[in-house]
């Protein structure tokens, strides 16, 4: 039987979570008393998430692992937290996530912190073929599909197959049909909380051949979420190259090199320092939402680094995927009942999500994001923090 909350170390995270909303951040050497919950908070009330949804318990879980500190929710396999150190050893919580489980199953809550697929990111009208037969993907982003539709994994209750203080691995079998995608497929994603950062990996196979792209869609901001802005932070990405789009954000097709354009961020660039460019890219985007086709390298690698000049935290992204989407916020607007109080606003966090490239089943140059019977999906990131 899986507590909700995790004991000793679930009694330092949310008396750090309570000194957070105080702004008088606890150290992160700092000894607290232990309890069997999560005391009720004005930061995070962990019975806050206690409920059922279509029959299935959903809860909050805690990870803690040196001075970092997680918080994890079941329902759409969401980071709700992410407590870790600055230069002067005060805990920062670093991304973006709302105060209790009513405000991410409310319609258009943004992913959250959520996994989203089965296909994360767009795919061009919701269509794609696969073995000579055509489907229909659910609609939610104009005329595209995004993040899986309206059933994508961010909406699900995953059960919870194991947790103990360090991690967590969440199942969900996603049925035949739901929203529209081809076979069963069977994934876990298990969240590993390091004492330098957080791993994400996933596995996942199919009964018959369909396509696959699952990220996490945390969303970051290295001042502290609720701080207003991200276009601070120092940003590096191992790319030359990414992938211009059309009016409604699909991929012409193309590969487009960034030199000499604002998506140029192979030396660490202020986000913000060309975010107003005249760029017809960036218009079309409202900033940065693009995808970047990283550098060939093989296994894991460093693909993404940004720093904070208020705090000294630094991110590094790693990743085994082809192609990171980097989002600057641009849709982000007045979003109320977050975690801290504070209302989130325009460009207050940026996402890097780990991924295939968007509505790369119409695309045959791109990377496939096939899966076939007998085959296994792996894929790892590591959000990797250091000062």
């Known amino acids: 039987m899986y507590k909700s909350i995790l004991t000793a170390t679930t009694a330092s995270l949310g008396i750090l979570l309570m000194a957070a909303c105080n702004n008088q951040p606890k150290k992160a050497n700092e000894n607290t008393q232990q309890t069997d919950s999560v005391p009720t908070t004005a930061y995070i ?22 001075p970092l500190h997680a918080a994890i929710t079941n329902f759409g396999a969401r980071v709700v937290s992410l407590q870790v150190p600055d230069t002067t050893g ?13 405000a991410y ?28 037969k055509s489907y229909q993907l659910e609609i939610n982003d104009g005329v595209n599909t995004l993040h899986g539709g309206t059933s994508g994994y961010y909406s699900k209750v995953w059960d919870v197959k194991s947790a103990s203080d360090t991690t967590l691995a969440l199942h969900y079998l996603s049925v035949d049909g739901e929203g529209g995608y081809p076979g069963n497929l069977d994934i876990t994603a298990t969240y590993t909380l390091h004492k330098d950062g957080l791993e994400i990996n996933y596995l996942a196979t199919t009964d018959q051949a369909t ?36 009016s409604t954000l699909i991929p012409t097709g193309k590969i487009a090199s960034v030199a000499n354009t604002p998506f140029d961020f192979r030396k660490a660039t202020a986000i913000g320092a060309r975010i107003q460019d005249a760029n017809d890219q960036l218009k079309l985007g409202g900033g940065y939402d693009h995808n970047y086709v ?29 192609g990171l989407q980097f989002y600057s916020g641009n849709f982000i607007k007045d979003i109320k009942n977050a975690k801290g109080g504070k209302v989130y606003g325009y ?4 996402c890097l999500e780990t991924q295939h490239f968007p509505d790369s089943p119409n695309h045959p140059g791109f990377p496939s994001t096939e899966l076939k019977p007998g085959q296994q999906y792996r894929s790892k990131t590591i959000y990797k923090f250091r000062k």
Not at 105 to 132: C, E, P, W
Not at 309 to 321: R, S
């Open 45 to 66: 009330d962990s019975s806050s998430f206690d409920s059922t949804i279509n029959g299935k318990p959903v809860k909050l879980y805690a990870l803690a692992n040196g």
């Open 294 to 322: 990283l550098n060939k390298k093989e296994g894991l690698r460093l693909a993404a680094t940004v720093q904070s000049p208020k705090t000294g935290i630094i991110l590094e992204t790693w990743t085994d995927q082809p």
């Open 211 to 246: 396509i696959i792209n699952v990220t996490n869609h945390a969303y970051f901001n290295l001042n502290g979420e609720g701080d207003s802005t991200i276009l601070d932070h120092q940003l590096t990405i191992d790319a030359d190259e990414y992938t211009p789009v059309d």
């Open 347 to 350: 460009r207050s966090a940026f």
């Open 90 to 102: 005060n805990l920062i919580d670093v991304v973006l996530g709302y105060r209790d489980l009513n």
């Open 105 to 132: 199953t409310q319609k258009g809550d943004g992913f959250y912190g959520s996994i989203v697929g089965r296909f994360g990111n767009r795919i061009a009208k919701g269509k794609f073929s696969l073995g000579g």
